[in-house]
């Protein structure tokens, strides 16, 4: 029961840690009709606050339903949205929210925290916020030697539902036969293998190398992709982790460890060839391809690294690995050109 204002004595129910208490007095008052659209908002709210995203999901968009147009609605559909990691679509009502109200600094703020979760510094500080602690984020996004994990994990989020058939078809994509042929030079004869499939997206590497392999293990950023992954049935174990630190932490030792087109989101190296260093058993093998740049290693236009061949020797050299073998290679066309690019095979 809320008593004197209802809205406030929820809000005072919520900030004293009963959110679930607040939720329940809001509903029945809801269901008995003598609630609108704040009462809506702050149902979704106290959800929120304790932790039952599903139901503030369904009630935001019940709200949104009744309120198309009222933007503090469309607003906490949005950060709704937002808690639960959909970024799409949260970054779209949040957009709609502005359009309906430019003054919604609540929307304009949540903006761009959406905006730095899917790993877009440039775009997170257009939105205006003029939030301090935002602004050092994107800020560090920004500076970053690598792709932020945000950004790859929105990326392919987004690429999940066609991401075969774009990129066979319309990228020739050919990273994980480049490195089977190099596996062959490498090591020949070798089966029966631990492989872990470093970015494994949708399994694509994971089909080409399966017949080499006693385990199959499987790390990618996007939950959309692991889920395709794990459909094939190829693996016997994926994990939603960032590689980086993935590799890092203690888990089996590997007889090959992979990485098809996946390190061209990281700049420096080096973190993760000290990590996959201690996660190769004795005589293994790290394969993988990165796009070819004249020195050093640098951000494409497509706002995806490269690195030079004398970057991959002398960051190798300090991990403590040796180069078994460094390809020049195509591993995908864009614009119906090649892509240069190496293919690369590491060893302790």
Same mark, same amino acid.
């Given at each position: 029961?809320?008593?004197?204002?209802?809205?406030?004595?929820?809000?005072?129910?919520?900030?004293?840690?009963?959110?679930?208490?607040?939720?329940?007095?809001?509903?029945?008052?809801?269901?008995?009709?003598?609630?609108?659209? $704040? #009462?809506?908002?702050?149902?979704? &709210? %106290? =959800?929120? @606050?304790?932790? !039952?995203?599903?139901?503030?999901? *369904?009630? /935001?968009?019940?709200?949104?339903?009744?309120?198309?147009?009222?933007?503090?609605?469309?607003?906490?559909?949005?950060?709704?949205?937002?808690?639960?990691?959909?970024?799409?679509?949260?970054?779209?009502?949040?957009?709609?929210?502005?359009?309906?109200?430019?003054?919604?600094?609540?929307?304009?703020?949540?903006?761009?925290?959406?905006? $730095? #979760?899917?790993?877009?510094?440039? &775009? %997170? =500080?257009? @939105?205006?916020? !003029?939030?301090?602690?935002?602004? *050092?984020? /994107?800020?560090?996004?920004?500076?970053?030697?690598?792709?932020?994990?945000?950004?790859?994990?929105?990326?392919?989020?987004?690429?999940?539902?066609?991401?075969?058939?774009?990129?066979?078809?319309?990228?020739?994509?050919?990273?994980?036969?480049?490195?089977?042929?190099?596996?062959?030079?490498?090591?020949?004869?070798?089966?029966?293998?631990?492989?872990?499939?470093?970015?494994?997206?949708?399994?694509? @590497?994971?089909?080409?190398?399966?017949?080499?392999? *006693?385990?199959?293990?499987?790390?990618?950023?996007?939950?959309?992709?692991?889920?395709?992954?794990?459909?094939?049935?190829?693996?016997?174990?994926?994990?939603?982790?960032?590689?980086?630190?993935?590799?890092?932490?203690?888990?089996?030792?590997?007889?090959?460890?992979?990485?098809?087109?996946?390190?061209?989101?990281?700049?420096?190296?080096?973190?993760?060839?000290?990590?996959?260093?201690?996660?190769?058993?004795?005589?293994?093998?790290?394969?993988?391809?990165?796009?070819?740049?004249?020195?050093?290693?640098?951000?494409?236009?497509?706002?995806?690294?490269?690195?030079?061949?004398?970057?991959?020797?002398?960051?190798?050299?300090?991990?403590?690995?040796?180069?078994?073998?460094?390809?020049?290679?195509?591993?995908?066309?864009?614009?119906?050109?090649?892509?240069?690019?190496?293919?690369?095979?590491?060893?302790?």
């Amino acid at each position: 029961m809320l008593d004197g204002d209802p809205i406030e004595a929820a809000e005072a129910l919520i900030a004293s840690g009963r959110a679930a208490e607040a939720a329940q007095a809001l509903r029945e008052r809801l269901a008995a009709g003598r609630g609108g659209a $704040l #009462a809506q908002i702050t149902l979704v &709210k %106290a =959800l929120l @606050a304790a932790g !039952d995203l599903p139901g503030a999901l *369904a009630e /935001a968009r019940e709200a949104v339903s009744l309120h198309p147009n009222l933007a503090p609605v469309v607003t906490m559909l949005g950060e709704a949205l937002l808690a639960a990691e959909h970024l799409p679509t949260a970054i779209a009502e949040l957009q709609r929210a502005l359009r309906l109200d430019p003054d919604d600094m609540r929307a304009r703020y949540l903006l761009a925290q959406a905006w $730095l #979760a899917a790993g877009e510094a440039d &775009k %997170a =500080l257009e @939105a205006g916020s !003029d939030d301090a602690v935002l602004a *050092a984020r /994107a800020a560090a996004i920004k500076t970053a030697q690598r792709s932020d994990p945000g950004y790859v994990r929105h990326l392919f989020d987004q690429f999940s539902a066609d991401y075969d058939l774009r990129m066979r078809q319309h990228l020739h994509y050919a990273a994980p036969e480049i490195l089977l042929g190099l596996a062959v030079m490498v090591m020949p004869g070798r089966e029966n293998l631990a492989i872990l499939d470093l970015g494994c997206g949708t399994g694509l @590497a994971g089909e080409v190398f399966k017949p080499l392999a *006693a385990r199959l293990d499987g790390i990618d950023l996007s939950p959309a992709m692991i889920d395709k992954a794990k459909a094939l049935g190829l693996y016997d174990h994926l994990a939603v982790a960032d590689l980086e630190t993935a590799l890092a932490a203690p888990g089996p030792s590997y007889d090959l460890v992979l990485a098809a087109d996946t390190l061209v989101y990281l700049g420096d190296l080096a973190p993760v060839f000290r990590a996959a260093a201690q996660r190769l058993a004795p005589d293994g093998f790290f394969l993988f391809t990165v796009e070819k740049a004249a020195g050093g290693f640098e951000l494409g236009p497509k706002r995806r690294w490269r690195h030079s061949e004398s970057y991959l020797r002398e960051t190798a050299r300090r991990a403590g690995l040796s180069v078994a073998g460094l390809l020049e290679a195509a591993p995908r066309r864009e614009n119906n050109q090649p892509v240069e690019g190496f293919a690369v095979a590491l060893t302790l």
